[in-house]
Nanobody
C-alpha cells in the first residue's frame, strides 16, 4: 500500500521555524520526485517546493524562496521541508505528494500520483 505521511506541523510564532517531514512507503522512493503543496482557507492549493530524483534539482515558489529548504533522504524514504522565518501568510495545511520522475520535479499538483493527508501549520503574530 502506498503511503505518504506528513508530520511536523504545529503552531509557531512569526519568525519561528518548523521542519516538516514526509515519510513514504509502498513504492520505490528513489524513483519519485516529491513536492510540497499548501492550501490556506479560502485559497487554491499552491506548489511550495519540490525535489527531483537526482541531487541538485529543486524548485521553490517565490513566496518561500530563501526561507524554505527541501531535502530528501532516500535511505529513510523521507523528504524534509525546513521552514524558517515563518510568516502569517504561511499558515495552511501542507501536503506532500510523489510523482515518478527521471530527474525533475513539477510545481503543479496535477503531475503527482500520490498524496499525503496533510499537516497543519499555523503561524501567529
Amino acid at each position: 500500500e502506498v503511503q505518504l505521511v506528513e508530520s511536523g506541523g504545529g503552531l509557531v510564532q512569526a519568525g519561528g521555524s518548523l521542519r516538516l517531514s514526509c515519510a513514504a512507503s509502498g513504492f520505490t522512493f528513489e524513483d519519485y520526485a516529491v513536492g510540497w503543496f499548501r492550501q490556506a482557507p479560502g485559497k487554491e492549493r499552491e506548489g511550495v517546493s519540490c525535489i527531483g530524483t537526482r541531487d541538485g534539482f529543486t524548485y521553490y515558489a517565490d513566496s518561500v524562496k530563501g526561507r524554505f529548504t527541501i531535502a530528501r533522504d532516500n535511505a529513510k524514504n523521507t523528504v524534509y521541508l525546513q521552514m524558517n522565518s515563518l510568516k502569517r501568510e504561511d499558515t495552511a495545511v501542507y501536503y506532500c505528494a510523489a510523482a515518478i520522475s527521471d530527474y525533475y520535479c513539477s510545481e503543479f499538483g496535477s503531475e503527482y500520483n500520490y498524496w499525503g493527508q496533510g499537516t497543519r501549520v499555523t503561524v501567529s503574530s
